[in-house]
């Protein structure tokens, strides 16, 4: 799986950017697709994540408490995208997103299809001024 993002760059305090990342490859080992974020100095941590739903559970989604209300994540299962909508952003937010995926847990998606537990985008910055 390879995963592509575009849409970082600068901003000020309160301004809105919108990440985008589209998925190609063996896009059977993708279940739950999302981002993550590194601030100069800290450790990557989670943004947001979309999971899509299956037989035994709905399409749900994930926000980090320091995003929620602010960012909204976009999955299209069909086009393997996802997308981070990201309004009244903060000086605090800049930091290198990535896009990032990962299959089903079920063993036969390592075993069968060769899936491997993560996947990475290469990273675009944000930066927001105060």
């Known amino acids: 799986v390879q995963l592509a993002e575009s849409g970082g760059g600068w901003v000020q305090a309160g301004g809105s950017l919108k990440l985008s990342c589209a998925a190609s490859g063996d896009t059977i080992c993708i279940k739950t697709m999302g981002w993550y974020r590194q601030a100069p100095g800290k450790e990557r941590e989670l943004v947001a994540a979309a999971t899509d739903g299956d037989s035994i559970a709905p399409a749900s989604t994930l926000y980090a408490d320091s995003v929620k209300g602010r960012f909204t994540i976009f999955r299209n299962e069909i086009k393997n995208t996802v997308e981070l909508q990201m309004n009244s952003l903060k000086p605090e937010d800049t930091a290198v997103y990535y896009c990032?995926?990962?299959?089903?847990?079920?063993?036969?998606?390592?075993?069968?299809?060769?899936?491997?537990?993560?996947?990475w985008g290469q990273g675009t910055q944000v930066t927001v001024s105060s």
């Open positions: 990032h995926a990962n299959p089903p847990s079920l063993p036969s998606y390592y075993v069968d299809y060769g899936c491997v537990r993560d996947y």
